[in-house]
């Protein structure tokens, strides 16, 4: 995919699940579940032991899924990441070698970013999106909202802290997309390999997103 296509692929679905657990056999098995509920998108972090093996055999097994790299601090590892099939890059905080490393590769960059400066920063760059975070911690979705009065253009991730009880209202907020970790992917659900428990929270998560833009959209009309 191109990167206008992987971009709009993430604006169109919503939601980015962040796999972040403790063997690649759970991120495999995660990920699979995550798809299965009907989002596909994955972003594996580095956290995982044997990241970059996990992308690689997601993105050969499971070509319709859009597989990211997360958690990010070097510009080698974003490499061999994205030589392993990953289709955008993400990060905690703004990392500018990273972003550029991403723009002159041609690939989707979402930059973590808190601040009115980091964000101006981001965008300035040429990144795709920003991610806002942690997102949670700061105001929650009042703090998407007042970011998004002077940066209204800027498509924003809210990222950190979203669950089932401000989901919506980061989407109302005017958050382009949100990224949801431990709250998709449960730890329990994990252990137990409880494939439907995860299914279940991906649907649910895609019917508020959907939801929350339809009500968005009747209330610019």
Known sequence: MTREEVRARIEEIGIIPAV?????????FAAEAVCEGAI????VTMTVPGAVEVIRQLTR????????????????????????????????????????FALGRGV??????????EVTTAWKAGCDFVKVFPCAANGGPSYIRALKGPFSEIPMVASGGVD?????GFI?????????????IHQDAIKRRERGW??????????MVAEARSIQKGSEV
């Open 20 to 28: 972040r657990l403790y063997s690649a056999e759970d991120a495999m």
């Open 40 to 43: 596909p998108i994955v972003e």
């Open 61 to 100: 097994q499971h070509p319709g899924v859009l597989v990211g790299a997360g958690t990010l601090f070097h510009v080698e590892k974003a490499r061999r990441c994205l030589d392993a099939g990953a289709a955008f890059l993400t990060m905690p905080g703004l990392d500018l070698e990273i972003v550029n």
């Open 108 to 117: 989707v960059v979402l930059p973590g970013a808190l601040t009115p400066t």
């Open 164 to 168: 089932q009880t401000n989901a919506m």
């Open 172 to 184: 109302r907020a005017g958050a382009a997309a949100l990224g949801i970790g431990r709250d998709l």
């Open 198 to 207: 995860i299914v279940e929270l991906a649907r649910r998560y895609t019917k």
